[in-house]
């Protein structure tokens, strides 16, 4: 019997950027180097599969700090960490290595810089991600305001209208994140921006990618885990692109196939913490069932790679 046809649109780039892959290579490295257990503070990335592949390496995932023994290697996520993190791993001697991304430490110090020319400091971003937990940790508790929505953004009362400045989170909605920032600017016409864009390339190129393909596609798959906050930010990409039905998945296991009752045309993209293999496993799923054409999206190429902590290089060589 012929397979039914299907065409499927790759978004494209989709997949790991250059801090996830460096985040996953420092806790490699780090096991090579110092053996098993490494300990992980946080998700490195907020993928499932990573994080399982990391554990049977040798790889110890725990919440906060005091959980791993003075004696052993400790990195922090790529999301960042407040600077209460790395101070208490100095206080207890331990040896630590710092995976957050450089573009997460960038906006770290465009926070720091804004407060000691003494601007009040705004934070777009979302509540309890670890990301915020981290960049509102580069500073006494209460001098970075967090808002979240255009409603926020319409309502907040800074102490002084004329030394305000804001930063954001890299993985938030390009689309989103331009409204609340021109509510506050028309608000505050004197308040510091971003030398440059504080949402990632990688988050930006991917959004771009899905919203090229999103109105030709009956069904929208993205790849990555739950909680992972660009990931998330592509499903709804997606859907508001005109994609009737999408969807955040793991792997191809959770791919109910009465979703593609009635479909003709699929977009496939994958989360910055979703690796390359996943996302082959699902196409060829699909290819599976269906006779499939694919297309590839012509996207931006991407080539930022970004170096090892030194003491990771200098020990190998
Ligand atoms: O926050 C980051 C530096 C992004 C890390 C890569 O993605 P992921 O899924 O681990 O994290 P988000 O929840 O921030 O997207
Ligand atoms: Fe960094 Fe953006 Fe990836 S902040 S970890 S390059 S999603």
Redesign the pocket.
Known sequence: MSKPSLTLKLATPRGF?A??DR?IQIVERALELHGAPVYVRH?????KHVVDRLKGLGAVFVKELEQCPPDRPVVF????VPKSVPAEARDRKMFYLDA??P??SKVHVEAERHHNEGREIILIGHAG???VIGTMGQLPEGVVKLIETAEDARTYTPVDPKNLAFVT???LSVDDTSEIVGILQSRFPEIAVPHKEDI?Y??TNRQDAVKQVAAECELFLVI??K???????LVEVALRGGTQVAHLIDDATQIDWDWFNGVSTVGISA???APENLITDVIAAIGARFETEVHETGGVRETVVFKLPRVLTEASA
Do not use: F
Not at 227 to 233: D, G, I, V
């Open positions: 950027c801090g996830v985040a998700e490195i990335v907020h993928n996520s790529a999301h960042g957050t991304c573009l997460v991600h670890p990301e989170q890299t993985t990632c990688a988050t990555g885990s909680k992972s906050s660009n990931s998330q930010r989360g910055a913490s």
